[in-house]
């Protein structure tokens, strides 16, 4: 890896973009609170993580559910994703509609973040992210607050570079 660019604050919310020669393996991970969402180990996803950036700040208000008011960060992971794997094997039509409505809350930055044992979740709730991170292999489960103003400008320069730079 030759550079490593750091878009935003990682006290607050930043983007850790690892530069290499061949764009397809350049490396991805946040920061939030002082703490490394990701692995920054697996690159070529970061077309996904702008793709799923617009799709998230475009829709913001469809990206949170009024159940998961009072549910600490362990809940919103079992009531998001747990439940929702039991609902998708189901027969029911019901079922299957819960499962939908559930699913698209569930945002893929990337195997770098979400993968077989680890999860990131992103709410919008009073012009607020909320980040939710499962780490691999860590049993603690991470809420992070953010305004969604400070996500955005971070997001917004990352994007920036990546496309200037001819990253994606």
Known sequence: MNDIMLFGNKGEFAIQLGLHPNKKKCKLCFWAKGKKIGTFTR?????DSIKVYYQFSGNREDYYLPILDGMNPSQIIE?????????VSSSKDEDFE???RRAKLHLNFGSQFTN????????????????IYNPEKEEHIYEFVISFNTFS??????ITYCLTNGLV
């Open 43 to 47: 690159g070529a996803e970061l077309d």
């Open 79 to 87: 009531y998001l994703v747990l439940e929702a794997l039991v609902l």
């Open 98 to 100: 819960e499962y939908q």
């Open 116 to 131: 077989d044992s680890s999860d990131l979740i992103l709410l919008n709730k009073d012009d607020n992210v909320i980040i």
């Open 153 to 158: 400008q971070v997001y917004e320069e990352y």
